[in-house]
T-cell receptor, first 112, second 113 residues
Framework: SQKIEQNSEALNIQEGKTATLTCNYTNYSPAYLQWYRQDPGRGPVFLLLIRENEKEKRKERLKVTFDTTLKQSLFHITASQPADSATYLCAPGYNQGGKLIFGQGTELSVKP | ETGVTQTPRHLVMGMTNKKSLKCEQHLGHNAMYWYKQSAKKPLELMFVYSLEERVENNSVPSRFSPECPNSSHLFLHLHTLQPEDSALYLC????????????FGEGSRLTVL
């Protein structure tokens, strides 16, 4: 069955450092992969989408990579700030069918 | 300010009650979704509607009954729920089912006593 794995342990880093979050998937050949941010008690907010033919995507301090051979996506936040503290979700998807499946998320805590 | 509004934000109900969750999107999207989020578990896709037609039903128990009267509104009717159904229920919309980013509401926190 399809499986998505994100770092299950919370990630604690110092302000100003780069945070790197991992998303691995198995039994899956997604056409794209999305990353979302979720704050406690709130709905997820879309951050970035990367397609299978793209190696890397950037948006301000965010960078996402997509390696279809390794079946892995890495999500980087450079110059991290305490306001970046949240849970980050990855979601591989297909172009049709509406079936966007989410990983369990990685909780990031950035200390001042 | 989210373009997807969910009501109520919090709901407490007994196992014999009947209640409904409401979702409204103001983004002109044609696909809407219900997800369930339990503590420490991934988001679980429950239902997908595209152009007001149900296209996905992920083996959800019949005590959850969705309704999509038009492309802007989505309901989740609840009856004879179990305590394990307590969770955050999230509504989302997108332009086209499965073709892009999802816009989520803030969720309805349901507690079943």
């Amino acid at each position: 069955s399809q499986k998505i794995e994100q770092n299950s342990e919370a990630l604690n880093i110092q302000e100003g450092k780069t945070a790197t979050l991992t998303c691995n998937y198995t039994n899956y050949s997604p056409a794209y992969l999305q990353w979302y941010r979720q704050d406690p008690g709130r709905g997820p907010v879309f951050l970035l989408l990367i397609r299978e033919n793209e190696k890397e995507k950037r948006k301000e301090r965010l960078k996402v990579t997509f390696d279809t051979t390794l079946k892995q996506s890495l999500f980087h936040i450079t110059a991290s700030q305490p306001a970046d503290s949240a849970t980050y979700l990855c979601a591989p998807g297909y172009n049709q069918g509406g079936k966007l499946i989410f990983g369990q998320g990685t909780e990031l805590s950035v200390k001042p | 300010e989210t373009g997807v509004t969910q009501t109520p934000r919090h709901l407490v109900m007994g196992m014999t009650n009947k209640k409904s969750l409401k979702c409204e999107q103001h983004l002109g999207h044609n696909a809407m979704y219900w997800y369930k989020q339990s503590a420490k578990k991934p988001l679980e896709l429950m239902f997908v509607y595209s152009l007001e037609e149900r296209v996905e039903n992920n083996s959800v128990p019949s005590r959850f009954s969705p309704e999509c009267p038009n492309s802007s509104h989505l309901f989740l009717h609840l009856h004879t729920l179990q305590p394990e159904d307590s969770a955050l229920y999230l509504c989302a919309s997108s332009q086209g089912a499965g073709t892009g980013e999802l816009f989520f509401g803030e969720g309805s926190r349901l507690t079943v006593l």
